[in-house]
């Protein structure tokens, strides 16, 4: 089974500053995605950004980029010039490349980093 | 405007009562999934279907059970026999056979809390 962990249960940052998130993954699979997903205050799931494995390319998503090392299972999430309306929990999350019956398109996430913004 | 409801956001619950919890969707999924959130936990998913009138139990099904008879709902049953069922619950739902890499649209929650 896959697993998914995300070592820093908090972190902080101060506005306009870079911060890192970080996340890794086991499993056997050769095809599969990987997801960043916040989660804010109001608790309303949001999409940050997506990758799939066999892109070679980091995806990146206007101040949201992410350094995706296959070889060591890393996937960590990188915030340029962070923004008070960044605070949130973030969790990452991994979904299988092969679909089936019982696999489905489930996510398997992550414990969480909750992140905190200073002015 | 399409998206995922969840009702009611707040919940309480004698202990011994089963409780439901809806979900609809009008995105035209195939995929609805229910997952449980705990303090300083992740998401566990609980069911997931992936077709009308099948679905499968994921990682913590003890004490839940589900219904599929529609496409857009998604109900969710709390049943006496969950030990400790005070969480956020979320809905998602998603297409199954799209480019791989198609995210979950996530309901608002309900919070269960038992008294």
């Known amino acids: 089974a896959q697993t998914v962990t995300q070592s820093q249960p908090e972190m902080s940052v101060q506005e306009a500053e870079t911060v890192t998130l970080s996340c890794t993954y086991d499993?056997?699979?050769?095809?599969?995605?990987l997801f960043w997903y916040k989660q804010p205050p109001s608790r309303q799931m949001i999409l940050v950004i997506r990758?799939?494995?066999?892109?070679?390319q980091n995806a990146t998503e206007n101040r949201f980029s992410v350094n995706f090392q296959k070889a060591a299972k890393s996937f960590s999430l990188k915030i340029s010039d962070s923004q008070l309306g960044d605070a949130a929990m973030y969790f990452c999350?991994?979904?299988?490349?092969?679909?089936?019956?019982?696999?489905?398109?489930?996510?398997?996430f992550g414990e969480g980093t909750q992140l905190t913004v200073n002015p | 405007d399409g998206g995922i409801t969840q009702s009611p956001k707040y919940l309480f619950r004698k202990e011994g009562q089963n409780v439901t919890l809806s979900c609809e969707q009008n995105?035209?999924?195939?995929?609805m999934y229910w997952y449980r959130q705990d303090p300083g936990q992740g998401l566990r998913l609980i069911y997931y279907?992936?077709?009308?009138?099948d679905f499968q139990k994921g990682d913590i099904a003890e004490g839940y059970s589900v219904s599929r008879e529609k496409k857009e709902s998604f109900p969710l049953t709390v049943t006496s026999a969950q030990k400790n069922p005070t969480a956020f619950y979320l809905c998602?739902?998603?297409?199954?056979w799209g480019t791989g890499d198609d995210e979950q649209f996530f309901g608002p929650g309900t919070r269960l809390t038992v008294l």
């Open positions: 998602a739902s998603s297409i199954i």
């Open positions: 499993t056997s699979e050769s095809d599969y995605y």
């Open positions: 990758q799939e494995a066999y892109k070679q």
């Open positions: 999350a991994y979904r299988t490349g092969f679909p089936d019956k019982t696999s489905g398109s489930r996510l398997t």
């Open positions: 995105l035209n999924h195939d995929a």
């Open positions: 279907s992936q077709i009308v009138n």
